[in-house]
């Protein structure tokens, strides 16, 4: 069964930066998709950024220019990066894989990200 793991979320002022990991058991290569959603509260979750396997990326328009996706195929590991972070980034980030044989989607438990000065 794949675990993700996830880290890298806290708290951070206003203009800071965190870096998001996910890293997921299993053979390398194992993933198509590998994204980032986050949950606000009393929102629905949403999309925060996508990369394929060729390394293909989308990004949610609240955070294009601030926020970057990367992957390392080999670690089965998709990080985010994210830049001038503003209070209303405050949410909890989950990480979504697909698996690339069976196309299952894995979810992690999240992380929580909260900017505030």
């Known amino acids: 069964q794949v675990q993700l793991v996830e880290s890298g979320g806290g708290l951070v002022q206003p203009g800071g930066s965190l870096r998001l990991s996910c890293a997921a058991s299993?053979?390398?290569?194992?993933?198509?998709?590998m994204g980032w959603y986050r949950q606000a509260s009393g929102k629905e979750r949403e999309l925060v950024a996508g990369?394929?396997?060729?390394?293909?990326?989308n990004y949610a328009d609240s955070v294009k220019g601030r926020f970057t996706i990367s992957r390392d195929n080999v670690k089965n590991t998709v990080y985010l990066q994210m830049n001038s972070l503003k209070n209303e980034d405050t949410a909890v980030y989950y990480c979504?894989?697909?698996?690339?044989?069976?196309?299952?989607?894995?979810w992690g438990q999240g992380t929580l990200v909260t900017v505030s000065s």
């Open positions: 299993g053979r390398p290569y194992s993933f198509n998709l």
């Open positions: 990369i394929t396997s060729d390394y293909v990326t």
């Open positions: 979504r894989v697909v698996d690339a044989y069976t196309y299952l989607e894995i």
